[in-house]
């Protein structure tokens, strides 16, 4: 931790019309620029083709297909061209697609979109979640802020809103399933939608913003009662195989595998949670990794603990995103039949007025250890166990800064159980300013 090598971080910036994109794109460069980083900005590649004249209309289903194949082409070539520039860049480099592949499948049938892909012997495991580090939705102002909808200014859109409102749910339905997916939407003003915008990068690249950009979100958990409705019951979902392995560390530090992925293809995520000092900050630090180191770091796993196995579904309902957990055996007794549904919210109004009607929900767990994953895959007793960690959030949770909070704490006028989130630095970067003695006017 003391001496990282620099950070090649690439953000998809994705969104309905009438979303937010071009300014997100404008104000995230100036933020990281005033940081030290250097900022590449991906052009959107349909905008490009479009421009010469191509109109959808004009299109057969043959050549409509077609078209989308090689934009597709087009975009992973530009994108390659940048990330490069990327991995030879002497700074920590952001690279901001404006777009990013999958969005290609919003616009073609599904069967189409799997056609497409075994032609070009691609798969949505890498095209999605391997490609890039996190994805942003910028939920269309036809979806909550229609009185700010409009097609001026913009020679490639003319979707009146019901239409927008159609595209800004199938662009944000192509990315569902991708680890780091934020959905922000329009329950605040446009610059609140900016900040919490630029809080979800900070947050994801482990940059302690303290109180600048006021973001509100925080992690939520529930306990669901199964069994869970039929799949026709769900919205456009996607499910994937996880198997989490702690390895053997130094308490009170906590390392662990994640292996996630769909059809037989994979990600790996090799995580290290540290304590720098006891009673201090705990740090995050999250690294992929290919097969081969995955299988090697196997060798190292931590006896007390059991493999967890759980089947992920993804799903929005409402502009939120969920994370459906469902555990799966072989694993302790105490995780049998055990369902619990995650998702981030800045929302301020009460919870049971957007979680989904569909599912049972027997009650909130935020923040409770008995739903810890790192307490639930110990093979001990928790009454007799010495490792059963009864204060520190669930091991997934984004880095806290105290990890003795209250249970309960009021946050945006309504009760919940958990503590309040406030990210810190997981990746020093060398001769950054300090981010507290930054003008506001920079974002």
């Not at 290609?104 to 949505?124: G, M, Q, T, V, Y």
């Not at 809080?199 to 009662?225: A, M, W």
Request: charged residues 25%; positive net charge; glycine residues 6%.
């Amino acid at each position: 931790m003391d001496k990282e090598e620099k950070r090649v971080y690439k953000l998809v910036l994705t969104g309905g019309p009438c979303g937010g994109k071009t300014t997100g794109q404008s104000r995230l460069c100036t933020f990281f620029e005033n940081l030290g980083w250097k900022v590449f900005r991906v052009p959107e590649t349909a905008s490009v083709l479009l421009s010469g004249g191509i109109k959808f209309s004009d299109l057969s289903e043959t050549e409509a297909l077609k078209f989308q194949e090689n934009l597709l082409r087009t975009m992973i070539q530009i994108e390659n061209t940048f990330f490069e520039l990327g991995k030879t860049c002497k700074r920590n480099c952001m690279i901001i697609c404006d777009r990013g592949a999958m969005d290609a499948s919003a616009f073609i049938s599904k069967d189409k979109w799997e056609k497409l892909l075994r032609d070009n012997s691609w798969n949505d495991v890498e095209l999605r979640d391997n490609r890039y580090n996190q994805i942003i939705h910028m939920v269309s102002a036809a979806n909550g802020a229609e009185e700010f909808y409009t097609t001026e200014d913009h020679s490639c859109r003319s979707e009146g809103v019901e239409l927008a409102k159609e595209l800004d749910y199938n662009a944000a339905a192509a990315w569902i399933g991708h680890p780091y997916f934020d959905v922000i939407d329009n329950s605040t003003d446009f610059d609140g939608k900016m900040r919490r915008m630029i809080g979800s990068v900070c947050n994801k690249i482990g940059l302690d913003t303290g109180d600048r950009l006021l973001n509100t979100s925080r992690k939520l958990k529930f306990l669901i009662k199964g069994p869970l409705p039929e799949n026709k019951v769900f919205p456009r979902f996607q499910d994937f195989e996880v198997v989490h392995t702690y390895l053997q560390s130094n308490s009170p530090n906590q390392v662990r595998l994640r292996k996630r992925g769909q059809k037989g293809y994979f990600s790996y995520i090799h995580t290290v949670r540290r304590q720098r000092e006891p009673g201090g900050q705990i740090v995050e630090v999250k690294t992929q990794i290919t097969h081969r180191d995955y299988i090697n770091h196997l060798a190292q796993k931590d006896k007390s603990h059991f493999t967890i196995y759980k089947k992920r579904r993804c799903f929005l309902v409402n502009n939120q995103y969920f994370q459906l957990d469902i555990y799966e055996e072989p694993g302790h007794p105490r995780c049998k039949g055990l369902i619990l549904l995650e998702t981030y919210s800045a929302l301020d109004y009460a919870v049971d007025k957007w979680l989904p009607e569909f599912l049972n929900i027997e009650k909130e767990v935020t923040g409770n250890p008995d739903y810890s994953m790192y307490n639930l895959s110990l093979r001990e007793d928790w009454k007799t166990s010495k490792k059963f960690w009864r204060s520190i959030p669930d091991s997934e949770s984004p880095p806290i800064s105290e990890p003795h909070l209250p249970a309960e704490q009021k946050t945006n006028g309504h009760l919940y159980t958990g503590s309040q989130l406030n990210f810190k630095l997981i990746q020093p970067t060398n001769g950054l300013p300090d981010m507290k003695q930054m003008k506001p006017e920079i974002y």
